[in-house]
């Protein structure tokens, strides 16, 4: 009988469930609306209707896999937080799931299926180091350490975003998260400035003044606009330190950087290796590669599907 599995992955109010072969062919794929002010109870009620509607007649699922973006404790299956749903809190989903379907269930947080899915089937393949960041609402990170998954002891790690950033002369209690600067809001409140700054506006009209979207800043900096390359250089600084700390800290062999960063592409990429090349100590920045995510908006479906390969070890 050929191993199948159901890949589960939200993406803000998005529910994209797809079965796969066990090499990574689609069989088929839905996908559902969840309101933000659904309750765990309805939106546990669309999964399962979800999956329903993928699961194939006769054969048997192998395993089921979900992504989601929120506070996830991998260990124990239990989703404890969703990011834009208050409502869910502390669920049960693997043990849900697993009554429902009767097939194992497995569940991380979407950076940790992200960095999965690209190590499987993206640009990670065979390497056994890698960190994956998105630029998304807010700072995204999963790590992958010899080959394993890195959530640490209690299954609730790897929350690069909400390091403290320094700030000479405040208590730590004052110090802004990393993910201040290098969050979605971060990167458009900094458009708005340069725009100001390089005469668009009036900084009269700083607080009223539209600002652009991500992609709108992205596509002008790599049209050479001044004000936009100026945002992504900035952007870049910030993130370059991160990625200096995470060098030290992991000596990953692979960065993945996907969100904000895909959609930049080089307008990101130089400004931030430039940064690296001037401070980072040789020995890290030779055998350290930075580089863009390859599974476009579906990589945390991939992501999931590999979660169930990673976890049976196959």
Request: charged share 20%; net charge negative.
């Amino acid at each position: 009988m050929p191993l199948r599995f159901i890949a589960v992955a939200l993406d803000k109010t998005d529910l994209h469930v797809a079965r796969f072969t066990l090499d990574g062919v689609q069989e088929a794929r839905v996908k559902l609306y969840i309101a933000p002010y659904d309750d765990a109870e309805i939106g546990l009620r669309r999964i399962r209707s979800a999956i329903r509607q993928v699961w194939p007649l006769q054969d048997r699922i192998t395993a089921v896999g979900l992504s989601l973006p929120g506070l996830v404790d991998y260990k124990r299956g239990r989703l404890r937080s969703l990011s834009g749903f208050p409502g869910w809190i502390d669920v049960p989903l693997c043990d849900h799931l697993v009554e429902a379907f009767g097939a194992p269930v497995f569940i991380a947080k979407a950076a940790d299926a992200a960095a999965l899915g690209e190590q499987r089937f993206g640009v990670g393949q065979g390497i056994s180091d890698l960190i994956y960041l998105a630029l998304q609402e807010k700072l995204e990170c999963g790590t992958i350490y010899q080959n394993r998954l890195l959530t640490g002891g209690n299954g609730l790690g790897g929350e690069i975003g909400y390091l403290i950033a320094a700030h000479p002369g405040a208590s730590p209690l004052e110090m802004p998260p990393i993910e201040a600067w290098l969050s979605r809001q971060a990167f458009l409140q900094r458009a708005q400035k340069r725009m100001v700054e390089d005469g668009l506006a009036s900084p009269a009209d700083e607080e009223s003044l539209t600002t652009p979207s991500v992609e709108a800043v992205c596509l002008a900096a790599q049209q050479g606009t001044a004000w936009a390359r100026a945002v992504l250089e900035e952007t870049a600084g910030y993130l370059a330190a991160v990625l200096l700390s995470l060098m030290y800290l992991f000596d990953p062999t692979l960065f993945v950087l996907d969100g904000l960063a895909r959609l930049a592409g080089e307008a990101l990429l130089a400004p931030l290796r430039k940064n690296i090349a001037a401070h980072a100590p040789a020995v890290y920045r030779e055998r350290t590669r930075i580089i863009l995510a390859q599974l476009g908006n579906d990589v945390t479906l991939w992501g999931a599907l590999a979660l169930c390969l990673a976890e049976l070890g196959l």
